[in-house]
């Protein structure tokens, strides 16, 4: 009976005689180093600290989580130097990445399907590179929110800037900085569900690498410019 099944499942059907599976490896590709990896998480680490501490002074109903920080006093202080590391570990993607988050032609056509992206139909998309526009609009909206989270931090930073604005300035850059927060609070919602919405791109950021199959799905053109560069280079090799 075993052998009988074997024998059908062995048969050729729907496979010329010389095709086979030649390496059950599955493509892989570095999308982000060690350092960049490290990077990403201070900053997000950072930006998580930074709404905790900053929705406790949000709202009296909030003031509990100051209890994460070592009481009201501590929180008070450590929040505007968790922005300091912020911000230069930010500067430190920013660096890294602007360039490839520049606005594209192909981004427009594949923004204006975003009903394809939605219902899964990629073979209707235009091919894109390392980012699409949803990736690189939430890059700029960080980038600006956080630029705004940084200037009204300092008009309001009172143990070490007290008298470089006025009163009434003071007032608009408090709110002016809550609301960048918030503003901060729902680009990062978005980035994390997109994250984890789009199968396989945690590892990105976890393992630094994403698998072919995934890059050919959501980012051809960067797949291509990898598979130009490696034509004559020995799989792993310099
Ligand atoms: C739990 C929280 C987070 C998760 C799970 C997460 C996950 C990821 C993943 C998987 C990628 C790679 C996406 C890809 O290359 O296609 C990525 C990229 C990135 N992340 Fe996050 N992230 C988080 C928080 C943050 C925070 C708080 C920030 C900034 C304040 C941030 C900024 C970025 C930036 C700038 C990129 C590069 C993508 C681009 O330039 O558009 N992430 N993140």
Not at 2 to 29: F, I, Y
Not at 137 to 144: G, K
Request: include cysteine; charge should be positive.
């Amino acid at each position: 009976m075993m052998a009988a099944q074997l024998n059908t499942e062995n048969k050729r059907v729907h496979s010329a005689s010389g095709d086979e599976l030649v390496s059950r490896k599955p493509v892989l590709l570095m999308r982000y180093r060690g350092f960049t990896r490290c990077n990403h998480w201070l900053t997000a680490l950072c930006m998580f600290a930074l709404l905790l501490s900053g929705f406790a002074f949000f709202h009296p109903s909030l003031f509990w989580l100051t209890n994460l920080f070592g009481g009201g006093q501590l929180t008070r202080w450590i929040h505007p130097w968790i922005g300091v590391v912020l911000v230069i570990s930010f500067l430190g993607m920013f660096l890294q990445m602007w360039r490839l988050n520049l606005l594209r032609r192909e981004d427009i056509e594949w923004g204006k399907k975003i009903g394809d992206v939605i219902q899964g139909k990629e073979g209707n998309l235009p091919e894109v590179g390392k980012y699409n526009i949803g990736q690189k609009l939430v890059f700029w909206a960080m980038s600006l929110l956080i630029l705004l989270l940084v200037i009204t931090g300092i008009m309001i930073w009172e143990e070490h800037f007290s008298g470089l604005v006025s009163i009434p300035v003071q007032r608009i850059a408090v709110v002016a900085h809550a609301l960048a927060a918030l503003g901060c609070f729902f680009v990062v919602l978005a980035h994390v569900y997109a994250a984890i919405w789009t199968r396989g791109t945690i590892r990105a950021m976890t393992r630094g690498t994403v698998t072919g199959g995934w890059a050919f799905r959501h980012h051809r053109k960067w797949l291509r410019e990898l598979a130009r560069r490696d034509v004559g280079r020995e799989p792993g090799g310099k």
